[in-house]
């Protein structure tokens, strides 16, 4: 079955640096991969989604990548502040049973200093 | 701005009561879900629809039923609860296939 392994340990950056955080997988590309950032409490707020024929997609100050043959995603956050500070998922999709469901990782959790 | 919404946002109650929580979206989404997530720990997918009267068991194995009678509302039913229902759980929806999930705030539920 599909695996998602994001960095368990907290990501600790000072402000004004680029924060990157990486979300591996481990079974079948998917056709597309989210990231949402959660709060403490509160729900998950979807920030990106890239394609799997999609290298790059960037908002803001926020870019994603998608690398099928490492497995691998990298989320970049420039010019990070400290509201930026929370736990970021990578989702993939289950399109292999055209169920339309996503897989969640367990998140990392960025820490930005002031 | 969230259009989704769940309630109670907390719930603390005895063994073996029954439970309802309730998630309502104003979006006219036709895919709901209700996702399980201890703290620390990755979204569980328990339930899902893809329209009224459409309900399906997700990938973890959960004792709650669901019902989607009207688009809007898909709520969720624990019969007796258990301390090991004790969890956060969040409702989500989405326009379509291959689109974002918009989530509500969360159920946190103990049972004592």
């Known amino acids: 079955s599909q695996k998602i392994e994001q960095n368990s340990e907290a990501l600790n950056i000072q402000e004004g640096k680029t924060a990157t955080l990486t979300c591996n997988y481990t079974?079948?590309?998917?056709?597309?991969l989210q990231w949402y950032r959660q709060d403490p409490g509160r729900g998950p707020v979807f920030l990106l989604l890239?394609?799997?024929?999609?290298k790059e997609k960037r908002k803001e100050r926020l870019k994603v990548t998608f690398d099928t043959t490492l497995k691998q995603s990298l989320f970049h956050i420039t010019a990070s502040q400290p509201a930026d500070s929370a736990t970021y998922l990578c989702?993939?999709?289950?399109?292999?049973?055209?169920?339309?469901?996503?897989?969640f990782g367990s998140g990392t959790r960025l820490l930005v200093r002031p | 701005e969230a259009d989704i919404y769940q309630t109670p946002r907390y719930l603390v109650i005895g063994t073996g009561k029954k439970i309802t929580l309730e998630c309502s979206q104003t979006?006219?989404?036709?895919?709901m879900y209700w996702y399980q997530q201890d703290p620390g720990m990755e979204l569980h997918l328990i339930h899902y629809?893809?329209?009224?009267?459409?309900?399906e068991k997700g990938d973890l194995s959960s004792e709650s039923t669901v019902s989607r009678i009207r688009t809007e509302h898909f709520p969720l039913t624990l019969e007796s609860a258990r301390p090991s229902h004790t969890s956060q759980y969040l409702c989500?929806?989405?326009?379509?296939?291959?689109?974002?999930?918009?989530f509500g705030d969360g159920t946190r539920l103990s049972i004592l």
């Open positions: 989500a929806s989405s326009q379509g296939s291959y689109q974002p999930q918009h």
């Open positions: 629809s893809y329209g009224v009267n459409s309900t």
């Open positions: 979006m006219g989404h036709d895919k």
């Open positions: 079974n079948y590309s998917p056709a597309y």
């Open positions: 989702a993939l999709d289950m399109s292999m049973d055209s169920s339309y469901k996503l897989i």
């Open positions: 890239i394609r799997e024929n999609e």
